[in-house]
């Protein structure tokens, strides 16, 4: 490839410079991290993001990956550039007819020198060459105008014999440039090497944090696409539900209208032919002759309305409607009822998952501990238990559901008696179960170890303590200074998220605390329930 297809190959369709850190988006083009980084930063806040080269969208910012070959090339091109310019900018002093790139600088000469006029050149000592410069009068002693061949340690400084004689480094320590300079280098790899370390901590550093930040928006695009699948639901369920209470509302409508329409047409009909009675009744009461009053054969049966009937209420008295509310309110309001259930969820945080089926574990029960039938209530009691001790069994009041879960978001309710101490958690299958101690006597005195849920690293717990409500993980607590004032708890799980919150169930629900980390065994429910001090009950029920 020529160097001018390389150049325009290494060039940042955005700067038109060359590629100053490369980085690369999903859709494979290249760009300076700078500048693809300003035009991120301007999409920020309109909702699209879209690559400068192929227009290609992005719903979430695109992560940048930094195009470490790419890198390398540029920055070696930049680097051969920079020699070519540096080669062919310094011309030989002689060749004054057409410019011929220099080679190498005579210093006392002060002149550059072609391949030509170099093999032509004196080759005596006191004409020392070095490599191509236009600044040669820097390579002299500005004060003796001779060569720099000498470097003072003292001073830092280069110098030329005549300063090491007789001028203001006499006396001074001195040694040759080369000796010098290699000294200088070999500190300099030194300062490289370290250097070297500290770019490739640096780089470790910012692929964590790039990491981190493609984590975060892939969750980000995770969450966005939750919202939008719970508010698609939502706007189905209302749909379904307005179609469904507005087909009620027309069926229930044409069956009251119905009957209605007939009863109406039969009183019209009814009231057409009282008024053409009235009508002809009126011609006869405006007839002179008697004669034809008195023989109109029409009204040689007229009766008293109020006789004919019982009274003019009578009439179509059997099709009469009946009285009160014509819409069944009841049944459209326990319709729309579903409509409060899903906004409840929404409320409760819960909306996406569906409550645990959380069954207790006898086999894991400590045999001061009364399971119910249904495996959802564990009580106190003082007479033990005559259930076999085997290396599952819980000590000291505990017990662990069935069920383990090992991914997904799931919830589960607790309802607790006001006993004096409980706690109610989740831990890992391989928690300590710990040794039987006794659990009778002054709480303020008992000692329950590291196998209770919460005081060790393999399981997490609320805790209330004689109404004091506490979390709990590896024997650290965090005190609630909140009033609890239910009886009722949530305990939400999203594995993958590492994320395990615990909500008092009151109006409206109540956010507690989330224990965050990162999940490596399957996660038990676990209940334990402390003896109380009077005699009353002591329990904990999970909620169907």
Known sequence: MASADLRDELLCSICLSTFKDPVTLRCGHNFCRVCIGRVLDAQ???????CPGCRKRFRVRPALTRNINLHNVAERFLITQHEQEIITGICCTYCVDSPVPAVRSCLLCEASLCDKHLRSHSKSPEHVLSDPSTCLEKRKCSVHKKILEYYCTEDAACICVSCSLAGEHRGHQVEMLDEASKRKKKKLRNVHKKLIRKRKKTDEKVRSLEERRRKA????????????????????????LEKKVLSEISRQEKEESLPLSVLIHQLEIKKDELSRKMRHIEELCNMTDPLTVLQDPDTGDLCDPEEEGGGEDTWGHDKQPHDGDDLDVAEISHTLQTLCDVISGIRSGIY?????????DVTTADNNLLIS?????AAWIKEKQKRPETAERFQNSQVMSRRGFTSGRHYWD?????????????????????????????????????????????SWSLESFYNEYSLIHDSEVIQLPDKISSDRFRICLDYEAGQLSFYELCDPIRHLHTFTAAFSEPLHAVLHVGPPLFDRDAWIRICS
């Open 352 to 360: 996406v998952v569906s409550p645990a089926d959380i069954l207790l």
């Open 217 to 240: 928006q892939e969750k980000a695009a995770g969450e966005a696409e939750r919202v939008t699948a719970l508010c698609t639901d939502i706007r189905r369920r209302v749909d379904d």
């Open 44 to 50: 920020d806040g309109s909702g699209v993001y879209s």
């Open 373 to 377: 039938d249904d495996l959802k209530t």
């Open 414 to 458: 607790v309802e607790s008696s006001r006993s004096d101490w409980w706690r109610v958690g989740m831990c890992y299958p391989s928690i300590d179960r710990g040794e039987q101690q006794s659990l009778i006597g002054d709480p303020d005195t008992l000692e329950s170890g590291h196998h209770l849920v919460g005081d060790n690293n393999k």
